[in-house]
């Protein structure tokens, strides 16, 4: 009897270090750390700045007044009813869209919303554009972008809604001549026609009709709230 007991108390105590020593035994498993996973943000276009030059009287291309810094009137993103970005996210355009009637933005405090510009024209005449719709094509994208301290001609035109011209244009299909863009830092470019006689704008009507206006100098800067490749 006292031998059988023994056996059994032998043969438990076996099974029970077995158990201990068994690496699939629920009791020494260890569980792996499992790291949890985030989306990462999607890339987001940087807002820009626009400053129209205060001395303007001579350009094509003139600014409201406001916001200055001494230099220029500034439009800045988010401020007055401003919205300007620059494109350049995945298969974006690359270009820098201004507007300026955006509500969002207003602020009921802000006298000069809907911020304003006045394009002159050869003839002497002028347009007050309010709100106003300015665009420069092909300034960045990731699948191209001008070289700190080189220089690229790109298209620009300003729209315009009124019985004159639906847009006012310096190169691209409506014709004109193309504008000069500098970029002259890792975040600003300087957008400029070129000299004379390489300076005309066209007009194109709300009926697609295009016209040739002539001799239309702008000049202007663009900054960007983050630096670009």
Not at 202 to 213: D, F, Y
Request: charged share 15%; proline share 6%.
């Amino acid at each position: 009897m006292q031998t059988r007991l023994l056996s059994a108390a032998l043969l438990t105590l076996s099974l029970a270090i077995a158990a201990c020593s068994d690496p699939s035994s629920p009791q020494d498993s260890v569980t792996p750390s499992i790291e949890p996973t985030y989306a990462k943000p999607a890339p987001t276009n940087p807002t820009a700045t626009v400053g129209i030059p205060l001395a303007g009287s001579a350009l094509a291309l003139r600014s409201d007044g406001a916001f200055s810094n001494g230099v220029n009137s500034l439009y800045s993103h988010g401020v007055c009813g401003v919205t300007a970005t620059i494109f350049v996210t995945g298969s974006s355009s690359g270009d820098m869209v201004m507007l300026t009637g955006n509500a969002r933005f207003a602020d009921r405090k802000c006298q000069f919303y809907p911020r304003k510009v006045t394009i002159a024209y050869p003839d002497g005449t002028t347009d007050l554009i309010s709100p106003a719709e300015l665009f420069v094509h092909e300034l960045q994208s990731t699948t191209f972008s001008i070289a700190v301290g080189a220089t690229a001609r790109r298209q620009f035109n300003v729209r315009t809604n009124n019985a004159r011209c639906e847009g006012v244009h310096w190169g691209g299909d409506v014709g004109g001549d193309s504008v000069a863009v500098t970029r002259t830092s890792a975040n600003t470019w300087h957008v400029s026609t070129r000299l004379y006689p390489d300076n005309k704008a066209t007009c194109r009507s709300t009926s697609g009709a295009v016209t040739l206006l002539g001799h239309m100098a702008v000049d202007f800067t663009i900054t960007s709230s983050a630096n670009l490749p």
